[in-house]
């Protein structure tokens, strides 16, 4: 017999979370005159990144924030990025300093994370808040795990116990998801594309995470009747009509009829991570300002 899986929007709860947010930053305005701020760094010309910088920088205002974009030519000097990002790091206004990557290939990806202040570090991407987050500190935790997370807790309210495998190792999306499902005391597998017979280990799996970037590599006799699926992988593929589609990591139309819940591509994990952005922004300026959580 077969069933439907819940599909998990994760626009609908998106727009929510943005609703709170906006209600939160309005309190901070009428109690404390604070206006958390958001500065995006795009250098370059990557039209996918332009997209999301344009998407930030309006759900930022949409949500009573101060928001900035600095959008930089390609042949921008590492040194001068740098440098905008410590004018960044000291600007009061500022409460967090996202730089989009990609940066172009004379840029290093590993210097400009280093030189962003870990206290605006909104990403979650720097050593500091990694190994705070590994350490069961407060952290700023990165934006797409922590969408997943909390798509996990609304699905499936207490998350211990379960047992949750990551499909993807990457420090911005499947070690700091190991951590928070960690954190939530579950039982955590790791899994990759060296794992040896993969789809046994998912199998295992309560609760999927697929974070590998591969279309639709996640396949029905992958998932144990009745997992829950979070598709984080965003893919174009072409249609026969010459144009693309958008697909995820998970064979969605079979893996549906397994799951109990999955999130859809687009319109699952993808509006997530925006808001998670306002959120943790939101989380900077309060702690930057001592403001109590």
């Not at 995006?40 to 039209?47: A, K, R, T």
């Not at 699905?155 to 990457?170: C, E, H, N, P, W």
């Not at 499947?174 to 990759?192: F, R």
């Not at 589609?245 to 969605?252: C, K, N, S, T, Y």
């Amino acid at each position: 017999m077969t069933h439907a899986a819940a599909i998990i929007d994760g626009k609908a709860f998106a727009a929510r979370l943005r609703q709170t947010i906006a209600a939160e930053v309005a309190a901070l305005k009428a109690e404390h005159g604070l206006t958390p701020g958001l500065a995006v760094v795009l250098v370059g010309e990557d039209p996918a990144s332009q997209v999301y910088v344009r998407s930030k920088g309006e759900q930022t205002l949409e949500a009573g924030m101060h928001s900035e974009t600095h959008r930089l030519p390609a042949q921008t000097s590492q040194a001068e990025l740098l440098a905008l990002v410590e004018r960044l790091n000291s600007d009061p206004a500022v409460h967090g300093v996202l730089v989009q990557f990609p940066v172009p290939d004379h840029i290093s990806q590993a210097a400009v994370v280093a030189a962003i202040s870990p206290d605006k570090d909104v990403d979650g991407l720097t050593v500091a808040n990694a190994g705070r987050l590994a350490s069961g500190l407060p952290a700023l935790t990165p934006c797409t795990p922590t969408g997943c997370m909390m798509l996990l807790r609304d699905q499936l309210g207490d998350l211990s116990g379960k047992r949750a495998v990551v499909i993807g190792r990457s420090n911005l999306m499947g070690k700091p998801m190991a951590q928070l499902l960690l954190a939530a005391d579950c039982t955590v597998t790791i899994a990759h594309s060296r794992t040896k017979d993969l789809p046994a280990v998912v199998r295992e799996a309560d609760i999927v995470v697929a974070a590998v970037g591969r279309p639709q590599m996640v396949k029905a006799d992958w998932v144990k009747p009745g997992a829950v699926v979070i598709d984080v992988g965003i893919n174009r593929i072409p249609k026969d009509d010459g144009k693309t589609r958008l697909v995820g990591d998970v064979a969605f139309d079979e893996v549906k009829a397994v799951a109990s819940a999955i999130t859809p591509v687009p319109g699952g994990v993808g509006p997530m991570t925006i808001a998670c952005l306002l959120a943790n922004t939101v989380l900077a300026a309060k702690r930057l300002n001592g403001i109590g959580e």
